[in-house]
């Protein structure tokens, strides 16, 4: 038993955890916190940001590459509310992120102190859970059970707000080992698996899509078996990609407004939809109403309330993807869908011939292809959000989960280079880019130092077009060609940007470029920024209009 200060308790309950790294930024109520940092600087390293949202992202990022809780620190007021996006993106997409903000003193609570924010109030509808703890003896408690609940059944963000005179005062701790996070509330019903059991079965033409929840249930293998044993295609979602090898014959592509024909007609051809960890999001399904519409929907989540949310469920099973998937392959016969699986290999080869007259020149497909083939297809891979976003998922084929890391639930333009030294950080034996916008690049460009100041050899590949792309499609296939404030056309140097915040500059002008350069940039094994020039037209298709069935999708602009 020890006599602590609150901040001292919070470093201890971080070190109980096993964490080794937090990103954030200092500020005023925050001193007392990061005063026992520096105490404790051998033992947890800090990595300072550029701005707040930077360090939110790099936790989460840190958090999806590695698998455990990533921890962002920040002090009260603009500091606390810099962190919200970042808390909101990892709340969507299920990353255990524990966001600690330090707040003004008790007695100046509710008094419009200088830099007060409720950020529990702020923060209630983004979060698993918040705490804002006034009372230092049950700080350690607090903070152990943010673990847990972060990591428990469905992943997500959890905030800790700490007044700085808790932080300051004292009170007894004893160190505790971590209790285990709960992979599900419940047990798995057994009528439950044994109805979707009989579903599969009866199955002719079944489809399977896994989300992000066979990622987060680390239950790769039990998918590959259970494809096995049904003997059906596989479509993943953006943040199922990477769950099943995008390389095996069976596998459709992705599924959604920029999803593969393949993917999309199997869906609207299937008599039995297996959905694995997918919330049905928009993007997934289009125009809900007329999403699968000869097929049966088995879901299978870890969280009830997204079973019949946005697309009804005739059968469904809650519980863990992996448990689930182990029960159904215990339970299922060996079964066989040739005359299917042959369809839907030549919608896949039909798809693939129409696109092999590509324009020479630089091209999206071309220079996400070339990255392919020179990282061996093994490169951890983050991107901004926009059009270079579907070509990182339509280009580069993933073959293990956790290697693509993009914020898909919130669609948050700024997150892939924070989420890249955090991905970096936690794997640093994996070689990291950053695929980006031109637009989302401006954003939080600044972190670019950052990976400077730290020495981590992310690369950030800018797939420059001068417009915000995606806007700038949807403009000219529903606004007529009015391009409202989507050029951007700015007059930076991009070399000279890179060279001037300490990292190596490159620049990709013509075809011939693409291979050397990108050659040069992942060996230099230096923080390097490529600036990649792009066709402003450059558009991501097939699109499903969001009014349009899955089987409807637009397949040129012009």
């Given at each position: 038993m020890m006599?602590?200060?609150?901040?001292?308790?919070?470093?201890?309950?971080?070190?109980?955890?096993?964490?080794?790294?937090?990103?954030?930024?200092?500020?005023?109520?925050?001193?007392?916190?990061?005063?026992?940092?520096?105490?404790?600087s051998g033992d947890i390293r800090h990595i300072l940001m550029c701005h707040?949202?930077?360090?939110?992202?790099?936790?989460?990022?840190?958090?999806?590459?590695?698998?455990?809780?990533?921890?962002?620190?920040?002090?009260?007021?603009?500091?606390?509310?810099?962190?919200?996006?970042?808390?909101?993106?990892a709340f969507l997409d299920s990353s255990p992120l524990i966001a600690i903000t330090s707040n003004v003193a008790t007695g100046l609570l509710g008094k419009s102190s200088f830099q007060e924010v409720n950020i529990t109030s702020i923060t209630r509808s983004i979060t698993k859970k918040n705490f804002l703890v006034k009372d230092v003896s049950k700080l350690a408690g607090t903070m152990r059970l943010a673990f847990k609940i972060a990591m428990s059944?469905?992943?997500?963000?959890?905030?800790?707000?700490?007044?700085?005179?808790?932080?300051?005062?004292?009170?007894?701790?004893?160190?505790?080992?971590?209790?285990?996070?709960?992979?599900?509330?419940?047990?798995?019903?057994?009528?439950?698996?044994?109805?979707?059991?009989?579903?599969?079965?009866k199955s002719r033409c079944p489809l399977i899509i896994a989300g992000g929840g066979v990622r987060l249930a680390h239950a790769e293998a039990e998918l590959a078996e259970f494809v096995r044993r049904v003997s059906a295609p596989v479509a993943e979602t953006l943040m199922g990609i990477g769950c099943y090898p995008e390389t095996e014959p069976d596998f459709t592509g992705m599924i959604g407004m920029h999803g593969t024909q393949a993917s999309g007609r199997a869906a609207?051809?299937?008599?039995?939809?297996?959905?694995?960890?997918?919330?049905?999001?928009?993007?997934?399904t289009c125009d809900a109403a007329r999403f699968a519409p000869?097929?049966?929907?088995?879901?299978?989540?870890?969280?009830?309330?997204?079973?019949?949310?946005?697309?009804?469920?005739?059968?469904?099973?809650?519980?863990?993807?992996?448990?689930?998937?182990?029960?159904?392959c215990s339970r299922l016969p060996k079964l066989r869908h040739s005359e299917w699986l042959s369809r839907v290999a030549g919608w896949k080869k039909a798809e693939k011939k129409s696109r092999r007259n590509e324009r020479a020149g630089v091209t999206p497909r071309r220079v996400i292809g070339e990255l392919y083939r020179l990282t061996g297809g093994s490169a951890t891979v983050t991107t901004e959000v926009g059009q270079h976003q579907m070509w990182a998922a339509q280009y580069y084929p993933f073959a293990e989960a956790g290697k693509f890391i993009t914020s898909g639930g919130l669609g948050t333009m700024g997150f892939g280079l924070g989420a890249a030294i955090g991905a970096q950080i936690a794997k640093p034996r994996d070689r990291v880019v950053n695929i980006a916008g031109d637009g989302s690049f401006y954003m939080n460009m600044a972190e670019l130092s950052t990976a400077v100041k730290y020495n981590?050899?992310?690369?950030?590949?800018?797939?420059?077009n001068q417009v915000l792309g995606m806007v700038r499609q949807?403009?000219?296939?529903?606004?007529?060609?009015?391009?409202?404030?989507?050029?951007?056309?700015?007059?930076?140097?991009?070399?000279?940007l890179a060279h001037a915040l300490g990292a190596e500059g490159?620049?990709?002008?013509?075809?011939?470029?693409?291979?050397?350069?990108?050659?040069k940039a992942l060996s230099c094994n230096r923080p390097c920024l490529v600036n990649c020039y792009i066709g402003m037209d450059e558009n991501v298709l097939p699109m499903v209009p969001a009014s349009a069935a899955l089987s409807e999708p637009v397949l040129s602009l012009d």
């Open positions: 006599y602590l200060t609150g901040a001292e308790i919070v470093i201890r309950c971080l070190m109980e955890q096993g964490v080794d790294t937090v990103f954030g930024y200092p500020g005023g109520s925050a001193l007392n916190l990061y005063d026992a940092l520096y105490r404790h707040e949202q930077g360090a939110a992202h790099a936790a989460d990022g840190y958090a999806r590459a590695s698998g455990k809780p990533g921890i962002a620190i920040s002090t009260s007021g603009p500091g606390a509310t810099n962190l919200v996006t970042g808390i909101a993106t059944g469905r992943p997500g963000p959890v905030l800790v707000d700490i007044p700085k005179d808790v932080t300051g005062a004292k009170a007894d701790y004893e160190s505790q080992k971590p209790e285990p996070a709960v992979s599900s509330e419940n047990a798995v019903n057994s009528s439950d698996v044994d109805r979707a059991a009989g579903a599969i079965e609207s051809e299937c008599d039995l939809l297996i959905a694995l960890g997918t919330r049905f999001s928009d993007r997934v000869k097929a049966r929907i088995l879901h299978i989540d870890v969280d009830k309330h997204e079973i019949g949310k946005n697309v009804r469920a005739d059968v469904s099973v809650t519980g863990d993807v992996r448990e689930v998937l182990k029960m159904l981590l050899p992310v690369v950030e590949l800018v797939l420059n949807w403009q000219k296939l529903f606004y007529g060609s009015r391009f409202s404030q989507s050029v951007i056309k700015k007059p930076t140097d991009y070399v000279m490159f620049e990709i002008r013509a075809q011939g470029d693409i291979c050397p350069v990108l050659e």
